[in-house]
């Protein structure tokens, strides 16, 4: 069925940079259309928001600034997750009837999303997944809600349709990404702005009731928050291994029941699965109907789901946020924390990061979130007992013209914080309260919390050898490797030497300074600012971290942060390195070195659009499991350690021996023909005085 663009945009340019070509799809609030971006060439996702399109004249500045403010929040939280979808440009414009309408530019994915992958495995009749294969594919998301959550931000539409697979989804490693990450919070306070729905849309939730928690249908059970996703994705996760949702109901009204009755929960014995009694007791307390009867945000909730598995509980450095139950908690403020039960968390040690710049996507993937449906139920009002109390509700033309509401008596509040059996009520429409002080990083960098892990390969050259377990302490490693504009910055303030134009090493030939001394980047820095810093020797790069207020990450912190403790071969998973995840050398490469007498090979077939350094952030498929970009290819990057061949002893935060003829580099670059060049755990020692074209590096420093 063909799409009706009633907002007239296919055809058009927006924001002077963004030429539609095509609407894509449809929901109750946003029309999504493929654009591409006029200088990069590259495709974006354009999300036009036409329920927000009557919002009156004083209104409209409030509602962009509230997209623009959820934009840098969806791009702070997507530097830290690789499974938040990316927000790239918020605006308003201008359609050619004269409308004023927000939009917002996301990455451009491509793939099913998992409502899209449930039905279809449904209809095939395939059984559905265990627990641990549920828990596999849905673990970035759990991360992802955890990381926000530490930050005191809340989703609060959590559902099949915004959880997006971009690989095979019954695949050993099949990447995911959470769309629409604030959304719903702008529309909720879009709908309290008069007039901002009224002439076309009328009363819409702003989030989905198959879905919802009880306290979206009703706010006399509580305020909304981190728990309201928790409960979201205990029903997503349900859903998964029993092979059906699981609220039941045709109907808004039935499902506001479902959600809301405390007689029959959608836990997965409930449904039929079978389950141990440890993982039953988590789900019960998950999707319990009180707020504060529930985990308080997912970092709680997956910690213990993965115990109740026998699993190590989640180790990124997710923090137990210090969260009242209110929606009025804003990015970035946290407030006093309520009683709660089950495992204990990290604390918090996230760092605000500055809103980038779009970089260049290399996938052309669509992000593209299965339109969401009103519901269908006929004009109806009903009055349903539950639990004690009744829940009241309008149903007008398919659409909920009043909220339910609650009434009976709430439970009674805990003494103290000890006790921790009897449920509280949650406060309501408590306001932020400044911050306490956390532990966070840098600016530009990512706190990775230290942990165990196998360093090297007992399956990989002898350089890599022998496997040993190595247990780190908490650290800070930047996002990005150092770029030109930013060394050009330090050598101008006098606090670093100036970047080399030229190539030295031994043995360099006039052939080779022909072929590569114009590639160092200082030599373009109007061209290639945001291209990584090269041509630079190991004390260049160690005097930058310092003059930085940091220092060179250690061989096993890069290593660590490029890979995790999981064993993956490669920052993204397992797949064979392409150039949708990094730039090596590609048919671009093997060009560029034809054309300048200077052979390269290939270490894959496709052209991954850079024949030498791309910009930082080019290729942001191939992000670590921590969001480090570009932590292979590119150019290889300087790390402390002087070379030397490994024991097979633990060890605890190693850092080399204190002298050596060789400084380690790690990662491949922008011409690696070989995949093994680009395995996180591949070292390769190098004169600390040689500076070359494909040689950079990234910084570390402590958390603070």
Not at 22 to 31: H, I, K, T, Y
Not at 47 to 66: M, P, R, W
Not at 373 to 393: C, E, Q
Not at 636 to 662: H, I, L
Request: include cysteine; charged fraction near 20%; charge should be neutral.
């Amino acid at each position: 069925m063909a799409l009706d663009d009633t907002l007239r945009l296919v055809g058009t340019v927006v924001a002077e940079k963004y030429q539609v070509e095509s609407l894509v799809a449809e929901g109750g609030f946003a029309l999504l259309y493929r654009a591409i971006h006029v200088i990069w060439k590259r495709p974006v996702a354009l999300k036009v928001f036409k329920a927000l399109g009557d919002a009156t004249k004083a209104n409209k500045e409030e509602l962009l600034q509230d997209f623009i403010r959820e934009g840098a929040l969806l791009a702070e939280l997507s530097e830290k997750s690789a499974s938040i979808c990316q927000a790239r440009d918020v605006g308003m414009l201008t359609t050619p009837t004269g409308e004023s309408i927000p939009f917002m530019v996301l990455e451009w994915l491509e793939g099913k999303s998992l409502e899209q992958v449930l039905a279809a495995e449904q209809a095939e009749g395939m059984p559905p997944r265990t627990l641990l294969e549920t828990m596999t594919l849905l673990g970035p998301i759990g991360e992802a809600l955890a990381l926000a959550h530490a930050r005191g931000v809340a989703h609060r539409d959590v559902k099949p349709a915004n959880i997006f697979l971009l690989g095979n989804p019954r695949g050993p490693v099949c990447p995911v990404k959470l769309l629409d990450f604030g959304i719903a919070k702008v529309v909720m306070d879009a709908q309290k702005s008069a007039g901002a729905f009224a002439s076309t849309t009328g009363v819409m939730t702003s989030f989905t009731p198959r879905y919802a928690a009880p306290e979206q249908f009703s706010r006399s059970v509580g305020a909304t928050g981190p728990w309201t996703d928790t409960f979201a994705l205990g029903l997503v996760v349900v859903e998964c291994i029993v092979g059906r949702r699981a609220l039941d109901g045709d109907d808004f009204l039935q499902i506001a029941y479902a959600a809301s009755n405390p007689a029959r929960r959608p836990t997965p014995r409930a449904l039929g699965a079978r389950v141990s009694d440890e993982v039953e007791a988590v789900f019960e307390r998950t999707l319990a109907v009180s707020p504060t009867a529930r985990y308080a945000h997912v970092g709680e909730f997956w910690s213990a789901l993965r115990i109740a598995m026998g699993q190590d509980p989640l180790s990124m450095g997710f923090a137990s946020a210090d969260l009242t139950r209110s929606d009025q908690t804003t990015p970035g403020s946290l407030v006093p924390s309520v009683p709660t039960v089950g495992p204990p968390s990290s604390p918090t040690r996230l760092s605000a990061q500055p809103l980038v710049s779009a970089r260049p996507v290399v996938s052309g993937q669509p992000v593209v979130s299965a339109p969401g449906s009103a519901p269908t139920n006929r004009r109806a009002a009903a009055a349903l007992s539950i639990g004690g109390g009744v829940i009241m509700l309008a149903v007008l033309g398919g659409v909920a013209a009043t909220v339910v509401h609650f009434t009976g008596k709430a439970p009674s509040k805990p003494k103290s914080p000890a006790q921790t059996a009897a449920p509280t009520t949650p406060p309501a429409e408590t306001a932020a309260v400044p911050p306490k002080p956390q532990i966070g990083c840098p600016d530009g960098m990512v706190y990775i919390p230290g942990g165990q892990f196998f360093m090297g390969s007992d399956d990989g050259l002898p350089m890599e050898k022998p496997s040993h377990n190595v247990r780190l302490s908490p650290f800070c490693i930047g996002i990005h490797e150092v770029t030109t504009a930013a060394y050009l910055a330090c050598s101008d303030q006098g606090k670093c030497k100036r970047g080399s134009k030229v190539n030295e090493w031994d043995g360099i030939t006039a052939t080779d300074r022909k072929a590569y001394d114009p590639l160092c980047n200082v030599n373009d820095v109007a061209g290639r600012g945001e291209h990584p810093i090269n041509c630079v020797d190991w004390a260049r790069a160690d005097t930058y971290c310092r003059a930085d207020g940091g220092r060179l990450p250690t061989e096993a912190e890069w290593e660590f942060a490029a890979r995790g403790p999981d064993g993956r071969q490669y920052p993204w998973g397992d797949e064979a390195p392409s150039a949708e995840y990094l730039n090596a050398c590609g048919s671009e490469c093997v060009a560029w070195g034809r054309a300048h007498h200077a052979p390269q090979r290939a270490m894959y077939k496709s052209d991954d659009g850079w024949a030498t350094t791309a910009p930082v952030g080019s290729f942001p498929a191939g992000k670590s499991r921590f969001g480090l970009m570009d932590v292979v290819g590119n150019v290889w990057e300087w790390v402390a350690d002087w070379y030397a061949p490994y024991g097979d002893s633990e060890k605890a935060d190693p850092k080399g021996p204190d002298t050596g003829k060789g400084r380690v580099m790690r990662g491949g670059s922008w011409n690696g023909a070989e995949a093994s060049w680009v395995r996180p755990t591949f070292r390769f020692a190098n004169d600390p005085a040689s500076s070359s074209y494909g040689v950079g590096f990234r910084c570390a420093a402590e958390p603070k």
